[in-house]
């Protein structure tokens, strides 16, 4: 490499620093365009803490449907590995203190026992179902009524083919939509805290795709279709030019962040997989939006603009100020990885 074309390099990296793209990720031998290369560097790498909660639960079920698509089988048996101390009852899936992100880790055993024939695995899963739902109709144990609830609740349920537990989901779904979705189609996180924050809206969206995806046909799904839609409709009109979306979705002062761009891609490319919304109208969108999440996957796994855990927050400022992990990070590889075997999903069968 000449004089001139180093300091060009140099030069360019700098700028690219500035400005806060991640340079690193088009880094040779990781193709950026491809999901299912990005896949496999965050496979590899998450989830670092194999404890129960939705976090390593959708790596564990990324991983999983990995090794599915690709018949590489150091996918499932990482992902296999990491939960056998639950499955076995090494370690308990139901335990202390009791938080429904911690029990919605039992969306990943429903997977395994789909994905790697494990009836154990399944049993298990209805057993964190049943605790979920032992509570009088209408409501579920541990909710928070933040739209957390939503796909926390949604991605465990729905799996669970219980026609009682079903029916029950639809009605909590619907519930909260009519109490959180705004006459615009974007979610507030919560009645205390009422602002459409990125992850939030993730979660809402996730967990109506989640219960549209498992549920069997029946009176809830032309609402929640219909809640679907919308949001959709909504959430696509705030796109940044990067195909990202921010940490407040109508804030365009807010930073671009990871977890609410890939969540909200997830649940598009399923809608398109599904025939839920257009396929001209979306595809072009999906693409923009995987290169957004794609460029905060470094080559080595790690990710950039990722929201800190965020419980609900009364005011703008608490959202928009809320820390930024760029690094290792469970939470952004986790959901990463759900955005590039969505998009896989949905380029394989094109």
């Known amino acids: 490499m000449t004089w001139h074309m180093q300091t060009l390099t140099i030069l360019t990296a700098l700028v690219f620093t500035f400005l806060g793209a991640p340079v690193a990720a088009q880094t040779p031998g990781m193709n950026p365009a491809d999901p299912l290369a990005i896949a496999r560097v965050l496979a590899a790498k998450y989830p670092a803490q194999p404890i129960m909660s939705y976090i390593p639960a959708l790596a ?34 139901i335990a202390e ?36 739902t ?6 579920y144990r541990f909710a928070t009524s933040w739209t957390d609830d939503m796909f926390m609740a949604g991605a465990v349920l729905s799996r669970a083919g219980n026609s009682g537990w079903t029916a ?32 939030g809206n993730g979660f809402a969206l996730l967990g109506v795709t989640e219960a549209l995806t498992h549920l069997p046909a029946g009176s809830s799904h032309p609402a929640l279709l219909n809640i679907y839609r919308t949001h959709v409709a909504a959430l696509v009109k705030y796109q940044s030019d990067d195909g990202s979306w921010q940490q407040v979705i109508d804030e365009p002062t807010s930073y671009r962040e990871l977890t609410a761009t890939a969540m909200i891609v997830a649940a598009l490319s399923r809608g398109v997989a599904a025939g839920w919304i257009d396929r001209t109208t979306y595809l072009p969108i999906i693409d923009k939006g995987w290169a957004a999440v794609a460029a905060r996957v470094m080559p080595d796994g790690t990710v950039r603009d990722v929201c800190s855990g ?18 290792a990070d469970d939470r952004g590889g986790a959901m990463a990885l759900l955005a590039a075997m969505e998009v896989a999903t949905l380029r394989r069968g094109r």
């Open 134 to 139: 032992d509570t009088p109709e209408g409501t």
């Open 310 to 327: 965020t419980g609900a927050g009364p005011t703008k400022d608490y959202y928009l100020n809320r820390p930024v992990v760029n690094g």
């Open 97 to 132: 203190p009791y938080r429904l992100t911690s029990l919605a880790g039992a969306l990943a055993f429903f997977d395994a026992a789909t994905l790697d024939k494990n009836a154990d695995a399944g049993a298990l899963g209805q057993k964190v179902a049943a605790f979920i």
């Open 168 to 199: 029950r989901l639809g009605t909590m779904l619907t519930t909260y939509a009519n109490q959180l979705q705004r006459p615009d189609g974007l979610f507030i996180h919560a009645a205390d805290g009422p602002h459409a924050w990125g992850r």
């Open 60 to 93: 564990w079920s990324g991983s999983l449907r990995l090794s599915a698509m690709t018949g590489e089988a150091q996918w499932r048996e990482k992902a296999m590995k990491d939960m056998q101390a639950f499955i076995s009852g090494q370690t308990p899936a």
